[in-house]
Every structure is written in structure tokens, then in C-alpha cells.
T-cell receptor
Framework: DTAVSQTPKYLVTQMGNDKSIKCEQNLGHDTMYWYKQDSKKFLKIMFSYNNKELIINETVPNRFSPKSPDKAHLNLHINSLELGDSAVYFCASSPRPGFTYLGHGNTIYFGEGSWLTVV | AQSVTQPDIHITVSEGASLELRCNYS??????LFWYVQSPGQGLQLLLKYFSGDTLVQGIKGFEAEFKRSQSSFNLRKPSVHWSDAAEYFC???????????????FGKGTHLIIQP
């Protein structure tokens, strides 16, 4: 059983299209995230949701809209795709939103990534 | 703002040799430190983490890391590498975003590990 699963794993699409990436976690976690890994493999946080509420939004273009229908799902919708959106998008989850929340610490678990190529 | 520096973009090590990957962080508060590994075409797997207590942390796959507050470092080590260790290694610090109460990971740029036979 995959703890954090993303679909699709690979996506090739044309500029201007709209696409979605879905994410589900079966760990019972409250918090979910989207991270972007660019062509130089640099990973950066995009969004975080806690119990369906947006808590982190890191200067991401409005074309990116996360949606959390329930705390086990966090989908990422991208409008009007651009060449620069080509990247690997990682979904992740953690038990709580904060590392300082629990005395013995909090860990973020990542999905296997979704490789998006915009042509 | 927090940051993580991994000074080595690529490291080549012979199979069976020891390994040390460097990581330096900048963070104003108590750091929560992590090492993740990414094999080619795969997701991120947590190797180990440091939150408090013993500064030498043991992880999976025979890896360990040592937290040195005075040097702001959290270097990853392995006494003897295997060909299957070839991958991208990321150091990360857990930090507050959005004014606190919401934490996320800030990653270094990664170190690409190549294993020579």
C-alpha cells in the first residue's frame, strides 16, 4: 500500500492547456503539501494544507490552484500551462503542520512525484 | 530566512569506500534537520532526521549524520558505500512559513553521488 500516491506519474502536454495532478494519502495525516522540483533538481515548497485549510502559499502564480476536498486528498490544478512549469511535482503529508508541535518531532512523507513536461 | 547549503554538487566514491556528504544550514531557532535520498526517477525517501538529544543520528541503509551546532552542520556519513547508494541526496531544515504555526522543509540543492566500481 502506497502511503502517499500521486497520479499521473508522467504527463506531457502542450502550452496553454489546463491539467491536474491528484494526490491521496492513507496515513491519516492532517497536513499535506505540494513541492516543485525544477530542472536543476532544486526542491521548493509551493503549498500546504492542514485539515483542508490553506496554511502555506509560497509566492506561486495564480495559475496554480490547489484543492483539498478532504484531509486525505490534495489536488493541484494548473491553468494555461507554460514551458517553465515543466518540473517534477511532489505531494507530501505529515501528521501535523508544525515541527514544534510534537515533542518527538514531525516527519514529512513524500509521494513518488509527477513528471510534468510542457511542450 | 532559513537556508541550506550543500557545497558539493557531485561526489564520486569507489564502492566499499567511506562517504561523507556535507550540509550547512542557517536558521535562527532550533533546527530540525533531515536527509532525504532520491534514486533516479523515484520519489524522496527519508534517511534520517534530527530533532533533539543525541547529536549522532542513525538512519536507514547504514547511514548516520552528526549535528554540530557550533558549525551549523549536519553531515551525512556511511562507512562503506554500495553501488545501490548512487542517487541524489538532499539535506533539509524544517522551518516556519507563513508567520509561524505552519512548517515546511527548506532543501539544499542536492549532492549527486556517483559510485565507481
Amino acid at each position: 500500500d502506497t502511503a502517499v500516491s500521486q497520479t499521473p506519474k508522467y504527463l506531457v502536454t502542450q502550452m496553454g492547456n489546463d491539467k491536474s495532478i491528484k494526490c491521496e494519502q492513507n496515513l491519516g495525516h492532517d497536513t499535506m503539501y505540494w513541492y516543485k522540483q525544477d530542472s536543476k533538481k532544486f526542491l521548493k515548497i509551493m503549498f500546504s494544507y492542514n485539515n483542508k485549510e490553506l496554511i502555506i502559499n509560497e509566492t506561486v502564480p495564480n495559475r496554480f490552484s490547489p484543492k483539498s476536498p478532504d484531509k486525505a486528498h490534495l489536488n493541484l490544478h494548473i491553468n494555461s500551462l507554460e514551458l517553465g512549469d515543466s518540473a517534477v511535482y511532489f505531494c507530501a503529508s505529515s501528521p501535523r503542520p508544525g515541527f514544534t508541535y510534537l515533542g518527538h518531532g514531525n516527519t514529512i512523507y513524500f509521494g513518488e512525484g509527477s513528471w510534468l513536461t510542457v511542450v | 530566512a532559513q537556508s541550506v547549503t550543500q557545497p558539493d554538487i557531485h561526489i564520486t566514491v569507489s564502492e566499499g569506500a567511506s562517504l561523507e556528504l556535507r550540509c550547512n544550514y542557517s536558521y535562527g531557532a532550533t533546527p530540525y534537520l533531515f536527509w532525504y535520498v532520491q534514486s533516479p526517477g523515484q520519489g524522496l525517501q527519508l534517511l534520517l532526521k534530527y530533532f533533539s538529544g543525541d547529536t549522532l543520528v542513525q538512519g536507514i541503509k547504514g547511514f548516520e549524520a552528526e549535528f554540530k551546532r557550533s558549525q551549523s552542520s549536519f553531515n551525512l556519513r556511511k562507512p562503506s558505500v554500495h553501488w545501490s547508494d548512487a542517487a541524489e541526496y538532499f539535506c533539509a531544515v524544517g522551518a516556519s512559513y507563513s508567520g509561524g504555526g505552519a512548517d515546511g522543509l527548506t532543501f539544499g540543492k542536492g549532492t549527486h553521488l556517483i559510485i565507481q566500481p
